[in-house]
């Protein structure tokens, strides 16, 4: 995705304000490509940002990326880094704003019970459609 970095700035602002947010890996399709002798350079991107954070561990054995109050920069990295590498993900922050759930099919889903507008508006000028769900 070309204007990757743009849809997750737009997906941060969905959020909204935020004590703490979490994005999960809950799928790899493609396994932790960060562990290959010679990883793509998105994968060794990410592994490079993970271990400065502290986290040795591989993307499978710890999913989870959990951030501070409002830490968007990040929080933006990890998205970026989940559209781009194909991961299938949750995104959720406290007080909860919205669900994003990312998709290796190229499917961003953004759930909520209160208006985006705002952030909504964003997505759509980047291409984006919205799909009203019933039931």
């Known amino acids: 995705m070309t204007n990757a970095d743009a849809v997750a700035s737009a997906l941060v602002a969905c ?9 999960w890996a809950y799928d790899l399709p493609w396994g ?23 986290e040795r561990r591989s993307l499978c054995d710890v999913p ?8 968007d920069k990040e929080v933006g990295t990890v998205i970026r880094a989940a559209i781009c590498m194909g991961w299938d993900a949750w995104v959720f ?3 909860l704003g919205c669900m994003i759930d990312l998709s290796h099919d190229d499917i961003i ?3 909520s019970r209160n208006e985006i507008t705002e952030p909504a508006g ?14």
């Open 15 to 23: 959020l909204g304000p935020y004590d703490w947010a979490i994005v």
């Open 32 to 54: 932790d490509r960060s562990r290959d002798a010679d990883p793509p350079p998105d994968w060794r991107d990410y592994a490079a940002w993970r271990l400065r954070r502290g």
């Open 64 to 71: 989870g990326h959990e951030f501070d109050a409002n830490d």
């Open 93 to 95: 922050s406290s007080p």
């Open 109 to 111: 889903t953004v759930l």
């Open 122 to 135: 964003r997505l759509f000028e980047l291409g984006f459609r919205r799909v009203l769900r019933t039931g």
